[in-house]
């Protein structure tokens, strides 16, 4: 089984501080997705709530995560730039992805 792991962070800032944490978000971004075990990164920006933002992330297993968050960027950018500036933050694991079956039709009535 594909051991990656996917990560779904929740975020939001006041509203005068959004813009500000979607730059910071973006720089972080960036930096991780630079790393080794890093998918992917992809950052979402609600357009009804334009102070919350999804982060999606997806590391080649649990220990790349491990390694993420010891790394030098998640300490400077992660602690020291983005949780300042956050009034909610929610963050799941969720483990590698399993088949769903589709959902039955149910019968007709006729």
Do not use: W
Not at 60 to 80: M, P, T
């Amino acid at each position: 089984m594909d051991p990656h792991v996917l990560i779904v962070a929740d975020t939001s800032s006041s509203p005068e501080n959004a813009d500000e944490l979607g730059r910071v978000l973006e720089r972080f971004a960036q930096a991780c997705r630079a790393e080794p075990g890093c998918l992917s990164y992809e950052i979402f920006r609600s357009p009804t709530q334009p102070e919350r933002y999804v982060s999606i992330e997806r590391y080649a297993d649990v220990e790349a995560f491990a390694r993420h968050r010891a790394s030098a960027h998640f300490k400077e950018i992660g602690l020291n730039e983005v949780m300042p500036l956050l009034l909610t933050r929610d963050i799941r694991m969720y483990d590698a992805p399993i088949e769903v079956p589709p959902i039955a039709t149910p019968p007709s009535r006729a």
